[in-house]
């Protein structure tokens, strides 16, 4: 049998080596629960499907052991601070790197821990999904937090300085998460469920939720928003949810840029939306979050 050339032998040694590398350096992927979702738990290995929506947006699905991927900053660079980014898709999907892995690796730039939410779909496109987003969805994005919150020694975090960042139907949840919580369960065996589900601010970018289904308690934590006046219906219901805000005194910032349409995320394109990141930035120093 003739051998391969030792060129050959050496680029497949490299190949291997920087495979090896990168799955070391890959983000840790943290399940909410180690026994499987409660009323999922059967499911809990199925496989996580992988495609597109478009020709620019790549997309996760059936989902069933809804997990958190924690981008931590490099070493000496960390702020304290942290977000859960839950990603959009209409609860059929999530767009999981323009509104969810990009913007955690971005976050994870700028010393703030990013941590990217893949939580269950109530209308998933592999069909006959079970779940719904008050019951199973917003249990996942609760947890998300109490277990961030549990684990925040570990990954450098300030526990009084998590946030919630939502993008569409993952607005949605990060609205519902902010006036839905508790200081958590002290009876649970469960030590994650002792801890608080509260956020201590959140990002409201063109969420997908009615004005008239969301109030405003005063102890909901400050929120940036964000939407562009040419996706005209979340536009609009950001406008009369900032409002509801201001009635309540909690504080807000609310940006409405001119052009971007509706999905914009984190993609690079020539209009002024794109820098919507520093103004978070601003915000969040403005808020004194990073420290």
């Avoid at 002792?194 to 970018?205: E, K, Y």
């Avoid at 409002?243 to 940006?255: T, W």
Wanted: overall charge neutral; charged content about 20%.
């Amino acid at each position: 049998m003739r051998k391969p050339p030792l060129l050959a032998v050496l680029i497949a040694f490299q190949s291997c080596a920087a495979l090896a590398a990168a799955a070391a350096d890959a983000p840790p992927v943290v399940p909410l629960w180690p026994n499987g979702a409660p009323g999922s738990e059967a499911r809990k290995d199925e496989k996580e499907i992988v495609g597109f929506h478009d020709r620019n947006t790549p997309i996760v699905y059936n989902i069933h052991n809804p997990n958190l991927t924690v981008y931590l900053p490099a070493a000496g660079t960390s702020t304290g601070a942290a977000f859960i980014v839950a990603p959009g898709g209409g609860h059929m999907f999530l767009s999981y790197i323009h509104e969810g892995s990009g913007i955690a690796e971005w976050l994870s730039q700028h010393g703030i821990v990013g941590i990217l939410l893949k939580y269950r779909l109530a209308r998933d496109q592999a069909g006959g999904s079970t779940y719904t987003v008050e019951r199973d969805a917003m249990a996942d994005a609760q947890r998300s937090i109490r277990l961030v919150r549990s684990r925040a020694a570990d990954w450098g975090i300030d526990p009084t300085r998590i946030g919630f960042m939502g993008l569409s139907a993952g607005g949605e949840l990060a609205a519902l998460a902010s006036t839905r919580f508790d200081a958590g369960k002290p009876q649970s065996n469960d030590p994650v469920e002792r801890v608080s589900s509260r956020p201590d601010f959140t990002v409201l970018i063109y969420p997908g939720i009615p004005p008239e289904k969301f109030s405003v308690p005063a102890d909901t934590p400050p929120a940036f928003m964000l939407a562009a006046f040419d996706d005209a219906h979340n536009a609009a219901n950001l406008g009369a949810i900032f409002l509801k805000y201001r009635a309540a005194g909690v504080p807000a910032e609310l940006h409405i840029y001119n052009r971007g349409g509706h999905g914009f995320g984190i993609r690079d394109r020539p209009l002024p939306i794109t820098g919507w990141t520093a103004r978070l930035l601003d915000w969040m120093r403005d808020r004194g979050l990073l420290h």
